[in-house]
């Protein structure tokens, strides 16, 4: 349970909620690993000289990086792949998993309102498992990191929608409907 602040948006303002706040119902996520692969190299100085402190989504999830190196990511057709999230587009039956929905990005350019939603999909979440056990599969964008020492293990590399932004004349970003 979470207590939560609600607000309401008064005059393009964001305010606090007439009836005051909330309670949330989240799941916690106790000692998480994330390996993250990313293809744009410029945002490695993200990482290894971060601006504030590193969160997982809200600001009370904060996170350590432990490691940021580059590896060479080999094209597979198939392999082995541990818990991650694949895009619902290529539903796999065999694989023990469960559906979620999720966004893919979010635009926070404007201070002081809510945050916009940008494109949300369905996603099949293959959970953890206590003795690391991977899951054979055949789909597309899998690649064999180089810092993987099996050769059979593989990663699923989402391919990201990209918003739709326009620059204003007074220079200001917004996304186009």
């Known amino acids: 349970m979470e207590r939560t602040e609600r607000l309401a948006l008064k005059n393009e303002t964001l305010k606090q909620h007439r009836d005051g706040k909330g309670i949330l119902r989240r799941q916690t996520h106790f000692k998480p690993q994330l390996d993250l692969y990313l293809t744009n190299l410029e945002?490695?100085?993200?990482?290894?000289?971060?601006?504030?402190?590193?969160?997982?989504?809200?600001?009370?999830?904060?996170?350590?990086?432990?490691?940021?190196?580059?590896?060479?990511?080999?094209?597979?057709?198939?392999?082995?792949i541990g818990s991650t999230m694949i895009s619902n587009r290529i539903v796999k039956t065999n694989i023990p998993s469960y559906i979620i929905r999720c966004a893919e990005w979010f635009d926070?350019?404007?201070?002081?309102?809510?945050?916009?939603?940008?494109a949300v999909g369905f996603y099949q979440a293959i959970e953890p498992n206590n003795d690391g056990t991977r899951i054979n599969v055949t789909m597309d964008n899998l690649y064999h990191p180089s810092n993987l020492t099996n050769p059979e293990d593989v990663i699923y590399l989402h391919e990201w929608t990209k918003p739709m932004i326009r620059v204003t004349k007074s220079g200001h970003r917004k996304l186009k409907r």
């Open 43 to 80: 945002l490695a100085h993200s990482f290894t000289n971060p601006a504030a402190p590193p969160c997982l989504g809200r600001s009370q999830d904060l996170c350590w990086i432990i490691k940021v190196e580059t590896v060479d990511l080999i094209p597979r057709k198939s392999g082995n």
């Open 108 to 118: 926070n350019d404007v201070t002081g309102i809510t945050r916009k939603v940008g």
